[in-house]
């Protein structure tokens, strides 16, 4: 399994009293959310995608280790309302999953996890960076409207919402989150769903961690 600098900040920056924590877009295999329950036993995870096959292999991941009791996993779009009252979980986690959003989604989404989490809760972000190779890209396309950016790469198609350090502050501030702290930083990344695979390329990402007034 390959290690992760983001993922590992992101653990770091739980509390000791962050029981209930909402993890957007669940990591790969399920990794960073069974880290998460090991660390406290009283912990209840919610862990969200809208990939129905990743969900199932997370799922098996978290029943061989025996943590399918703390950890929740749900086909769920962090784009669409949320079924949680207002102030509920302690700690979100959303590692890799905001820059797949297009400007009114994001707003819509950010939006949304600042009801669902509690006064004080923090809010842990990372994003691709504007500084990734494909945003530099000449043969990339922007959809100026949507923020997203369109790419090719090893002959499929994909786009993304590439962040500069002050888009993405910009967008969490209108939701009403205070910034914590931002920093950018270099990570080789996996191909993979089950992380086995590093990625040809270093990637370059931005991380923010915020919390609701």
């Not at 029981?19 to 990591?27: A, C, K």
């Not at 309302?81 to 959303?94: K, N, R, V």
């Not at 797949?100 to 691709?128: D, H, I, Q």
């Not at 990625?199 to 609701?212: G, H, R, T």
Request: hydrophobic content about 40%; some cysteine; aromatic content about 8%.
């Amino acid at each position: 399994m390959h290690s992760s600098i983001s993922e590992n900040n992101g653990l770091a920056a739980l509390a000791g009293d962050d029981q209930r924590i909402y993890s957007v877009g669940i990591s790969t295999g399920g990794v960073a959310e069974m880290r998460m329950a090991e660390a406290s036993p009283a912990r209840h995870i919610i862990a969200t995608t809208i990939d129905r096959e990743g969900a199932r292999f997370a799922q098996e991941q978290v029943k061989v280790v025996g943590l399918q009791n703390q950890i929740e996993i749900k086909l769920e779009d962090v784009a669409a309302p949320l079924a949680y009252p207002e102030g509920y979980f302690d700690f979100i986690y959303a590692r890799l999953v905001l820059h797949y959003l297009p400007r009114n989604s994001l707003k819509g989404a950010l939006g949304e996890l600042y009801r669902v989490l509690k006064p004080r809760g923090r809010l842990f972000v990372v994003v691709r960076s504007t500084d990734c190779m494909e945003a530099k890209s000449k043969d990339s396309v922007l959809d100026p409207e949507t923020g997203m950016r369109t790419y090719t790469s090893n002959g499929q198609s994909y786009s993304r919402f590439f962040h500069s350090s002050e888009s993405i502050q910009d967008y969490l501030a209108s939701a009403g989150f205070q910034i914590m702290h931002i920093k950018a930083y270099p990570e080789q990344l996996c191909v993979d769903f089950q992380r086995t695979q590093p990625s040809k390329q270093v990637d370059a990402l931005i991380e923010v961690l915020a919390k609701k007034r």
